[in-house]
């Protein structure tokens, strides 16, 4: 695990961005997966104005995002549809028939979900996975205690996750219960991935996932086992990491080549 930690979130979110340029910049027709929520919203703004600026350009990207709710039609507003449109994609030049998100409005989940396997599959897999965490230490909307060989399918969000989500409803009974979400295995084979988190509200699952041990109590732990992992923090998310210090003397020493 490559551990970079930011004072801002801001900040954080600019070295997000420089990994998902790096990637681009170095692959002829790169595969991203993508994932929603306030912590990569930052990270987009700032790909928004790189490609706005002619730094960069998503022309030759294929997406993939992690999950979507269950029950809810693209135009509404708390899909996550919704969402990576009105936040990402329409203010790009993305191709926008390279992009694709779970079906969770689909009247047969369980085929939207093979689907889903297939089109990752058919465009060579992911080069780049975009990933938050969840308080109770959950990738993708893969919960604790769930199977290390998950596959996109439908799950059942936890009352936590249920809780935390509220915030972007009107009413706690209006979150979805149902979700279509990325395997935990299906995360894995992603060649790099990107996990960034803000707020001490995370701290706990960040230790967990990071000097924890591997547990499907901590979903997020099984990336200890993953080949090419960066996880960007701000100073509140990383407050509880025993080895903090080291991992910043680590950075402080990379060679040229291994800075983004």
């Not at 909307?141 to 399918?153: D, H, I, L, V």
Request: aromatic share 8%; proline share 4%.
């Amino acid at each position: 695990m490559e551990i970079l930690i930011r004072d801002t979130p801001e900040a954080g979110a600019k070295v997000g961005a420089s990994v998902v340029r790096k990637i681009i910049q170095t692959k002829d027709k790169p595969v991203l997966g993508l994932a929603t929520g306030g912590t990569p919203l930052r990270m987009y703004k700032v790909l928004i104005r790189m490609n706005q600026s002619g730094e960069l350009s998503f022309r030759n990207c294929t997406t993939f995002n992690l999950d979507e709710y269950g029950g809810l039609p693209p135009e509404n507003k708390r899909s996550y549809h919704y969402y990576m449109m009105s936040n990402f994609f329409d203010h790009t030049d993305i191709d926008k028939k390279n992009v694709h998100l779970p079906d969770g409005y689909a009247e047969d989940l369980r085929e939207t979900c093979r689907k889903y396997e297939n089109l990752i599959n058919d465009a060579g897999g992911i080069d780049l996975q975009v990933l938050g965490i969840g308080a109770n230490g959950h990738i993708g909307f893969n919960e604790p205690t769930g199977s290390f060989a998950s596959r996109t399918w439908v799950k059942i969000l936890s009352k936590q996750t249920i809780q935390d989500n509220s915030i972007y409803f009107d009413k706690l009974e209006e979150v979805p219960r149902h979700v279509v979400t990325m395997g935990i295995a299906t995360i894995m084979e992603s060649r790099h991935c990107l996990l960034m988190a803000n707020g001490a509200k995370k701290a706990d699952a960040i230790r967990k996932m990071i000097e924890g041990p591997v547990s499907a109590s901590c979903p997020a732990s099984i990336l200890q086992m993953h080949p090419r992992v960066t996880i960007v923090l701000d100073e509140e998310a990383s407050y509880l990491l025993t080895f903090k210090d080291h991992y910043k003397w680590v950075e402080k020493n990379k060679l040229d080549w291994q800075l983004y």
